[in-house]
């Protein structure tokens, strides 16, 4: 069997080939002009990496700005695959906003074959660095949105990036960036009031992946994980038992799983612990429109009370 190096290399190769074809006597973008590499109806096109910053991008944009996700609602961010229709698109568009530290593995190598410039949205965050013995030990976490602190930068990000794109939108960039940016100040005080009535003992957020770790310290919360980053497991014996241990010790009323992972694992601690499995966080995706997080705002406020009510602080929604 090849070792999976070996399979990605293969396999981007045959993107490559495929992405060739695709766009035989198409101009890439960054070769051609403003209009050749302009959406259809004239508008710029930004493409995102996923789905919580492409509605963060959306916001500043407004209608300036044609935005799109690469990843689909629900989808996993960490190691994702991109397809030849993904690298043709983003051949085709004017930038692409990355969030950086980490969280698209996939990213170096896509954008390089698709010729296009990206922006980081992370620069200026000081980064948590991941705890443990695991691979990731030291390396910055990378779900750095989770903190409406952080947001905030991510957001100044876009607005830098958006106005050097189209200039002439400056002032609608600036305006709208202002507007969410008071929208996550809000959002960010509510979340805070939902959890602030946890006595210390329990004041634990016990999760699948560690991508909490932002929040966790904005809002005083010791944070327990089966796994520092999302990867192709349900957690191993050694995890779970870990895991298992800190919920039975802190008596932690419930723990929780992201919506882009098995909670199987998950479910095993509550069991084997005396605990209760006490619902779906929503992290690195957002959901369809017509799903329970259709926005970052609404991701932000679906946690928070998720939550609270896992833990005990408020009654759960109905």
Not at 37 to 44: E, F, H, L, Q, V
Not at 147 to 161: H, L, M
Not at 188 to 202: R, T, W, Y
Not at 285 to 297: C, I, T
Request: with cysteine; aromatic share 6%; hydrophobic share 40%.
């Amino acid at each position: 069997m090849a070792k999976p190096s070996l399979r990605r290399a293969s396999r981007w190769r045959v993107l490559a080939l495929l992405f060739a074809t695709a766009l035989f006597g198409v101009g890439v973008a960054g070769c051609g002009t403003d209009e050749e590499t302009a959406s259809a109806d004239g508008r710029k096109t930004v493409l995102t990496t996923f789905t919580v910053i492409a509605d963060m991008a959306r916001e500043v944009a407004g209608d300036r700005v044609n935005v799109a996700s690469i990843t689909k609602p629900g989808a996993e961010v960490h190691g994702y695959e991109p397809t030849p229709s993904d690298l043709k698109n983003a051949a085709k568009a004017d930038l692409i906003l990355e969030n950086g530290l980490g969280l698209e593995r996939w990213f170096e190598q896509f954008v390089s074959r698709a010729r296009v410039d990206s922006v980081t949205l992370t620069d200026g965050i000081i980064p948590i660095p991941i705890e443990g013995e695991s691979e990731y030990a030291g390396k910055a976490n990378p779900h750095a949105w989770m903190s409406t602190d952080n947001a905030v930068i991510y957001v100044e990000n876009i607005r830098k990036a958006l106005t050097k794109l189209d200039p002439q939108g400056a002032a609608t960039f600036t305006k709208n960036a202002a507007a969410y940016t008071a929208k996550l100040k809000e959002v960010g005080d509510e979340v805070k009031a939902d959890l602030a009535k946890l006595p210390a003992n329990q004041r634990a957020l016990v999760t699948c992946e560690g991508a909490f770790a932002y929040l966790a310290r904005d809002l005083d919360l010791d944070e327990m994980y089966l796994w520092p980053v999302n990867a192709e497991q349900q957690g191993t014996p050694q995890q779970i038992a870990a895991v298992v241990r800190f919920v039975r010790d802190r008596k932690v009323p419930g723990v929780f799983c992201e919506s882009t992972v098995s909670a199987k694992g998950q479910e095993r601690v509550a069991s084997e612990s005396g605990s209760r499995f006490a619902g779906t966080l929503y992290v690195d995706s957002l959901s369809k429109p017509d799903g329970p997080v259709p926005s970052y705002l609404e991701l932000l406020r679906k946690d928070a009370t998720t939550i609270a009510a896992g833990l005990g602080a408020k009654e759960p929604q109905s």
